[in-house]
C-alpha cells in the first residue's frame, strides 16, 4: 500500500475523521458506485446503517449528518462548513434528499438512518452499510464500509486486501518507490544508505509517483489552511462550543491575554512561548469542535497538535528575517518528516481511536510532530527516530473516551497538553547522539498490543471511562 503525504494531511470538517470525514467519504462514493452503474435514476430510497462506535458516538461527531451530506453530493474537502447545517435540515425538515445532488428521493430520518448501537460489522469498529432500493423495494446495490482511522475509507473486500480507498492511481501511480519502507529501522537505512534526511526519502518516493512540485504546493496549501484555522479559532465570537456540554471556548480569551503581555512577554514569563503553544491547539480543536474547516493531521481528534508545534516552529524558533524560500523550505521539511512517521503508524498499528484508543491519535499525532521538530531543528535521522519514540512511549494505553459522545473533553484540552509534550520529545533526543533504549518500531508494535488488549468502551464509544463520570450537564 502506497502512501502519500496527502493521504496523512488533507483538508476537511470537523469535528472527527473518523466518524465525519470518513462517512461523508463513503456515502459519497456510494453515490458514484450508484452513478457509475446507472441506477441514480432508478433509485428511489436510501438507507444507511451505522454500526460499532459509529452508532455509539456518532450523533455527537457528526456521523448523521455527515451521511446525509455525503448523499446529497457532498465532499468533506471542499464543502462549505457553513452551509452544511442548514443543508441537513433542509433534508430532514423537508422529506426529501437530493441524491448526488440532482435526484430527490424520499428521506425519513428516523427510518433511512439507523444506528445500531449495540452491534458491530465483522471488519473494523467504525462499519457502516448503505443500500439502495427502487421504486417498488427491491434492492439496487449494497455497500459496506470501514471508516478506518483519518478520513481513510475501505469496503469489506478492500480491507482483506488491505488496499486502502484513499489511494488514487492518478495522484500514487504505479512506479515502485526508490526508497521503499515499512518500518522505522526501514526509514532508517534508507536514509543511512543514501545519504539523505527523512524529509527527502518521502520526497524521492513522492516524485516517483507524479510531479513533486505539485504535491509540495498543495502541502503549502494545507499549512495555509492550519494558519486560517488558528485564526478562526482565535477569533470566535460564541462563548460556548455547540453539542450541549457548555464547554466554554478558551483560544479567544487565551490570546486577548497574551497580547496583553506584549511583544516581550517572554522576559516577564519564561512559559511565555508554551502558552501560545497551547493557544494554537486550543484554536485548532475548538475550531474542529465547532465543524469548521480542518486539516486532519493525521485525525480530527488530533489536529491541533502537529500545526501547534510547527507554528511554535514558524514563531518563536525561526528569525523574523528569515528569507521567504527558507522558510518555505523548513515548513515543507517538517511537513514531510511528519509524514513518513505517521505512515509507520498507519502500516504498522492504527490511527483509529474506535481500534486501538487515543493512543492511535493523539498518540501519533505527538509522535509525527515530535520527530518532525527535531528534524527542522537538526536532528540527524536517528535523533528524529527517537524523538518520534519518546512521543509515542509516553501517550501508550491513552483512551478515548469523550464525554457525551463530543470531540471536546478531553480532546481539546489532550492536544494542547501532548503539543508541549512533543516539543520536549524533541528538545530530550537533540541532547543525545541518537542511541537509545527502546526503538520507534517496539513502540508502535507496543501501541497496537495495548489497543488489542483495550476494553471496546474505552475505544470511542462514551462508555467507560470520563465519558461515564463526568456528569454532561
Not at 456518532?58 to 452551509?83: F, K, Q, R, W, Y
Not at 478562526?232 to 456540554?245: D, K, M, V, W
Request: glycine share 10%; aromatic share 4%.
Amino acid at each position: 500500500m502506497a502512501l502519500s503525504i496527502l493521504d496523512l494531511f488533507s483538508i476537511g470538517i470537523g469535528p472527527s475523521s473518523s466518524h465525519t470525514v470518513g462517512p461523508m467519504r463513503a456515502a459519497r462514493r456510494f453515490t458514484y458506485a450508484l452513478e457509475r452503474d446507472g441506477l441514480v435514476e432508478r433509485t428511489a430510497r436510501v438507507k444507511a446503517e451505522l454500526f460499532g462506535s459509529l452508532s455509539a458516538t456518532g450523533v455527537g461527531h457528526g456521523s448523521d449528518m455527515a451521511v446525509i451530506l455525503g448523499l446529497c453530493g457532498n465532499d468533506p474537502e471542499t464543502i462549505d462548513p457553513e452551509a452544511a447545517a442548514p443543508q441537513v435540515q433542509a433534508c430532514v425538515e423537508g422529506g426529501t434528499l437530493p441524491l448526488d445532488g440532482t435526484h430527490e428521493i424520499p428521506f425519513d430520518r428516523s427510518k433511512d438512518l439507523v444506528l445500531h448501537m449495540r452491534r458491530s460489522l465483522p471488519g473494523h469498529p467504525n462499519g457502516m452499510r448503505l443500500t439502495a432500493f427502487d421504486a417498488d423495494g427491491a434492492e439496487l446495490l449494497t455497500r459496506d464500509y470501514y471508516s478506518v482511522g483519518g478520513g481513510f475509507v475501505v469496503t469489506g473486500e478492500e480491507l482483506e486486501a488491505e488496499l486502502d480507498e484513499t489511494r488514487d492511481v492518478s495522484r500514487h501511480g504505479e512506479e515502485p518507490e526508490p526508497h521503499p519502507f515499512s518500518t522505522g529501522a526501514d526509514l532508517i537505512a534508507q536514509c543511512e544508505i543514501h545519504g539523505l534526511s527523512i524529509a527527502d526519502v518521502m520526497r524521492a518516493n513522492e516524485a516517483a509517483r507524479g510531479d513533486l512540485a505539485d504535491v509540495e504546493a498543495k502541502v503549502l496549501e494545507i499549512w495555509d489552511v492550519m494558519q486560517e484555522c488558528v485564526a478562526h479559532g482565535i477569533h470566535r465570537t460564541e462563548p460556548i462550543l455547540p453539542g450541549g456540554l457548555k464547554v466554554k471556548r478558551r483560544a479567544p480569551g487565551l490570546h486577548a491575554q497574551l497580547l496583553e503581555k506584549g511583544t516581550d512577554g517572554a522576559e516577564k514569563d519564561p512559559m511565555w512561548a508554551m502558552e501560545w503553544v497551547n493557544l494554537f491547539a486550543l484554536a485548532v480543536n475548538e475550531e474542529n469542535a465547532s465543524f469548521g474547516r480542518i486539516v486532519t493531521a493525521p485525525t480530527n481528534g488530533a489536529a491541533g497538535i502537529i500545526p501547534a508545534v510547527l507554528h511554535y516552529y514558524d514563531r518563536f524558533v525561526l528569525s523574523p528575517g528569515t528569507p521567504a524560500e527558507e522558510r518555505r523550505a523548513k515548513i515543507l521539511d517538517f511537513l514531510f518528516t511528519a509524514a513518513a512517521i505517521g505512515i509507520l503508524f498507519k502500516r504498522n498499528a492504527s490511527i483509529s481511536g474506535a481500534e486501538v484508543g487515543c493512543q492511535g491519535e493523539v498518540g501519533s499525532a505527538c509522535s509525527m510532530a515530535a520527530g518532525a521538530l527535531c528534524a527542522v531543528l537538526g536532528g540527524t535521522p536517528l535523533q528524529v527516530e527517537n524523538a518520534a519514540e519518546i512521543g509515542i512511549e509516553h501517550n501508550l494505553g491513552l483512551t478515548c473516551d469523550p464525554v457525551g459522545g463530543l470531540v471536546q473533553v478531553p480532546c481539546i484540552e489532550r492536544n494542547a497538553i501532548a503539543s508541549v509534550k512533543a516539543i520536549n520529545a524533541a528538545r530530550l533526543a537533540l541532547v543525545g547522539d541518537g542511541d537509545h533504549r527502546v526503538t520507534l518500531d517496539q513502540a508502535i508494535q507496543t501501541m497496537r498490543e495495548t489497543g488489542a488488549d483495550m476494553k471496546s468502551k474505552y475505544k470511542e464509544t462514551s462508555r467507560g471511562g470520563l465519558a461515564v463520570n463526568v456528569i454532561e450537564c
